[in-house]
């Protein structure tokens, strides 16, 4: 026994010396981090890097491939997609980070209530929960807009975010049903603490790590439909610039050989969501990190 112990001291003394010689941005995103934040940092700034109105249609100069005057050169209608790529890159991630909170919000609050309800209504709601899961998220978002009428920022924001909160809700009501017998809930509740009370100050702390990799990726999600959505031609209108609405002229720019209408913003595009699906794995394995050690 005093071997196996000496053993374990060990095997102590060594994983902190790693711990301390680990230089800090090792096994971290570093590169995924700056590129994203240079990308939205360039959104933010749009008008300090444009080179041209990008709601400019210089018919002159429509279908111009890569140049000193555009540097990415123009799309169909004349616009500069330099100036288009930083400009509707704002109205792409305005609309990940909205429709994010609203998924967040709403399955905070569910599955919170889910999970302090009695066993019956807990079952109700995740039975409820499931056939959402298993319906498409994409269908629902192409009938929810149908529904709504014509696309803009804001409808195409509400429309993702309310159809994509189920996961983290039951995420969200798993955590809960196991703090809700925890001492200091229930004497808050003794305390006459309401529902919105405990949530915010004893359940969300202990739980908005385990959503925090959802959440991102929800982002990625969000970003995903709408540039599909724009791309089916259902979703932004081409006058409201953004990377999907930028993507929707793909058909004309095959039929025209103009590859930089779709390689530009496409790339732009799949390197931001690479960013953050790389952000939202480092996440989720030092949530996971963070659990082991308990």
Known sequence: MAGEFEFAGIKEIVRAESVQKKKWYEGKPILSMLLLGLIIAGCLNCSLIMTKDPSYMDLQNYNVPPNREFLFGTDTMGRDIFSMIWYGGRISLFIGIVSTVISTVTAVIFGAFSGSAPVWADRFLMR?????????????????????GEANVFSISLVIGITSWMSIAKIVRTEVRKLRSSEYVIAARCM?????YILRAHLAPNFVSSIMFMAAMNVRSAIVAESTLSFMGIGLPVEVISWGSMLSLAENALLANSWWMILIPGGFLIVTLLCITDIGNYLRKNMNRMESNL
Do not use: C
């Open 128 to 148: 409820l929960t499931e056939i959402l899961l298993s319906v498409p998220g994409l269908l629902t978002v192409i009938f929810m807009q149908a529904v709504l």
């Open 192 to 196: 006459g603490g309401n529902f919105f």
